[in-house]
């Protein structure tokens, strides 16, 4: 078989590549091996935010009685409808991907994709030639095989439960581990949350990162931060995880949340093109090629930015070069990342780690006394921005209510290179999450060199 592009995987990265590679040329094959329906919508973020929702709503009953609402001491969880929920709500957001699979017809091909030449791969034991070759094989979590083999669970598999455990301990506190075991705290589970590193959901500045385990520790009991954990199975199927600090805890269920690696494996990536698969490097991240190759990467198959938005921006660059004889970088959008925990936490534009040492300014906002949060009862969080000496928004790391909203406005001025000042002319409406925006906006303006009292608005002629 000879075609013009070869994409390696249907997921969110395949899928978008193939859309751009489809509006030039239909000589074009998708290949996949394994499940369809994208790791987002299985596995990821659609059924994860389900249960994060669920026990959102659940929650707020400890705000009852002080609401005047009476009867939340009679309300209960039904473990296995919870479950059962959030799998028909998971089968929905696949079957919408579904459709799309569907939609693309013969040009389909299920089987596992090996390199033979730089533009040969070997499928179901044929061959397909290609002009150009997109892997978008997405990822699989980390978890080490005697963990696996006694039957310790990853996120490929907690969607699956038919109900929720009575306990579990979480061993990896990034966004996932911490949005999940928070999420099943909430909900009644016994959770333990083991973490070796001293911080949860990859933040990087120290004060943030202080309200984060303040807020988290609330769910998990206990936070053991800073240490690794060993798990052995027990003769009545239940399991002792302990840390190297000496706390030792058994528990009926064990969540692996470590990470994930690209599926790269097995794919003669290392013979033909002499890929180090631990060396994303060799990727251009605005191009998605692979060297000279006319070979390209996208999603978690790269693995550069693996978050949705960026695996279809990925997807449609890798697509776009795919069917084009030269090649065109593309500007990448301004790191965002969010964790749904509560309050969520949220990174946008340069962290604090890589500002570090530089000449910034600082300016952030308590939520405990602030008012929408006091309306809202959720009244804790905190927030820091960061920028230069001229006053242009570098970056933030905060832990909010509803952060996501303050997230995307920050990226859009990032974006735009805007100074606080430029965003002080932003009207704050009140009372809203945004007016605590407004006050670290105000704080960085007053340590501005050519700061000015008065109002905060454009000065006119008269």
Same mark, same amino acid.
């Given at each position: 078989?000879?075609?013009?592009?070869?994409?390696?995987?249907?997921?969110?990265?395949?899928?978008?590549?193939?859309?751009?590679?489809?509006?030039?040329?239909?000589?074009?094959?998708?290949?996949?091996?394994?499940?369809?329906?994208?790791?987002?919508?299985?596995?990821?973020?659609?059924?994860?935010?389900?249960?994060?929702?669920?026990?959102?709503?659940?929650? !707020?009953?400890?705000?009852?009685?002080?609401?005047?609402?009476?009867?939340?001491?009679?309300?209960?969880?039904?473990?296995?409808?919870?479950?059962?929920?959030? #799998?028909?709500?998971?089968?929905?957001?696949?079957?919408?991907?579904?459709?799309?699979?569907?939609?693309?017809?013969?040009?389909?091909?299920?089987?596992?994709? !090996?390199?033979?030449?730089?533009?040969?791969?070997?499928?179901?034991?044929?061959?397909?030639?290609?002009?150009?070759?997109?892997?978008?094989?997405?990822?699989?979590?980390?978890?080490?095989?005697?963990?696996?083999?006694?039957?310790?669970?990853?996120?490929?598999?907690?969607?699956?439960?038919?109900?929720?455990?009575?306990?579990?301990?979480?061993?990896?506190?990034?966004?996932?581990?911490?949005?999940?075991?928070?999420?099943?705290?909430?909900?009644?589970?016994?959770?333990?949350?083991?973490?070796?590193?001293?911080?949860?959901?990859?933040?990087?500045?120290?004060?943030?990162?202080?309200?984060?385990?303040?807020?988290?520790?609330?769910?998990?009991?206990?936070?053991?931060?800073?240490?690794?954990?060993?798990?052995?199975?027990?003769?009545?199927?239940?399991?002792?995880?302990?840390?190297?600090?000496?706390?030792?805890?058994?528990?009926?269920?064990?969540?692996?949340?470590?990470?994930?690696?690209?599926?790269?494996?097995?794919?003669?990536?290392?013979?033909?093109?002499?890929?180090?698969?631990?060396?994303?490097?060799?990727?251009?991240?605005?191009?998605?090629?692979?060297?000279?190759?006319?070979?390209?990467?996208?999603?978690?198959?790269?693995?550069?930015?693996?978050?949705?938005?960026?695996?279809?921006?990925?997807?449609?660059?890798?697509?776009?070069?795919?069917? #084009?004889?030269?090649?065109?970088?593309?500007?990448?959008?301004?790191?965002?990342?969010?964790?749904?925990?509560?309050?969520?936490?949220?990174?946008?534009?340069?962290?604090?780690?890589?500002?570090?040492?530089?000449?910034?300014?600082?300016?952030?906002?308590?939520?405990?006394?602030?008012? !929408?949060?006091?309306?809202?009862?959720?009244?804790?969080?905190?927030?820091?921005?960061?920028?230069?000496?001229?006053?242009?928004?570098?970056?933030?790391?905060?832990?909010?209510?509803?952060?996501?909203?303050?997230?995307?406005?920050?990226?859009?001025?990032?974006?735009?290179?805007?100074?606080?000042?430029?965003?002080?002319?932003?009207?704050?409406?009140?009372?809203?999450?945004?007016?605590?925006?407004?006050?670290?906006?105000?704080?960085?303006?007053?340590?501005?060199?050519?700061?000015?009292?008065?109002?905060?608005?454009? !000065?006119?002629?008269?």
């Amino acid at each position: 078989m000879n075609v013009d592009v070869a994409i390696i995987g249907a997921g969110t990265a395949g899928l978008n590549a193939f859309s751009q590679v489809r509006s030039v040329t239909d000589n074009v094959v998708l290949i996949n091996r394994g499940h369809y329906g994208t790791t987002c919508a299985r596995v990821g973020c659609m059924p994860s935010k389900v249960l994060i929702e669920v026990a959102k709503e659940f929650s !707020r009953k400890q705000h009852f009685e002080q609401f005047g609402i009476a009867g939340s001491d009679d309300l209960t969880i039904n473990r296995t409808q919870v479950m059962t929920y959030v #799998r028909h709500m998971r089968d929905m957001f696949v079957g919408r991907v579904m459709q799309g699979i569907k939609n693309i017809g013969d040009k389909n091909i299920q089987g596992s994709a !090996r390199f033979i030449e730089p533009q040969v791969l070997e499928v179901n034991g044929e061959q397909i030639h290609a002009k150009k070759i997109i892997v978008a094989t997405g990822s699989h979590p980390v978890i080490p095989s005697d963990w696996q083999k006694m039957g310790v669970i990853t996120t490929d598999d907690f969607f699956e439960w038919e109900q929720l455990p009575e306990s579990l301990a979480v061993i990896g506190l990034g966004a996932i581990g911490s949005e999940i075991g928070q999420a099943l705290g909430r909900l009644g589970v016994k959770v333990v949350g083991i973490e070796k590193l001293s911080t949860v959901c990859g933040l990087s500045d120290a004060v943030i990162n202080t309200i984060a385990i303040k807020e988290l520790s609330k769910d998990f009991n206990p936070l053991c931060l800073g240490t690794r954990a060993s798990v052995s199975k027990n003769t009545d199927g239940r399991f002792t995880v302990a840390t190297d600090n000496g706390q030792s805890m058994t528990v009926n269920t064990v969540l692996a949340s470590l990470g994930r690696r690209p599926n790269l494996e097995n794919m003669g990536l290392e013979e033909v093109f002499g890929l180090d698969l631990s060396d994303s490097s060799q990727i251009n991240q605005n191009t998605m090629q692979l060297g000279h190759f006319p070979v390209f990467f996208a999603g978690d198959a790269s693995p550069l930015k693996p978050i949705l938005h960026e695996a279809c921006d990925e997807g449609q660059i890798a697509g776009y070069n795919a069917v #084009r004889d030269t090649v065109t970088a593309f500007k990448r959008r301004v790191p965002l990342h969010i964790a749904f925990s509560e309050p969520q936490v949220v990174m946008v534009g340069a962290s604090f780690a890589r500002l570090e040492g530089q000449d910034i300014l600082i300016g952030e906002r308590d939520f405990v006394m602030q008012g !929408r949060t006091k309306v809202m009862a959720r009244t804790y969080g905190h927030l820091r921005i960061y920028a230069n000496r001229q006053g242009r928004v570098l970056g933030s790391e905060m832990m909010i209510p509803d952060g996501e909203y303050i997230g995307h406005f920050l990226a859009m001025a990032i974006e735009h290179n805007m100074t606080v000042q430029d965003l002080l002319l932003t009207p704050f409406y009140h009372p809203t999450i945004m007016e605590g925006l407004d006050d670290a906006l105000k704080s960085i303006a007053s340590q501005l060199d050519n700061y000015q009292s008065g109002p905060v608005l454009r !000065r006119l002629s008269v």
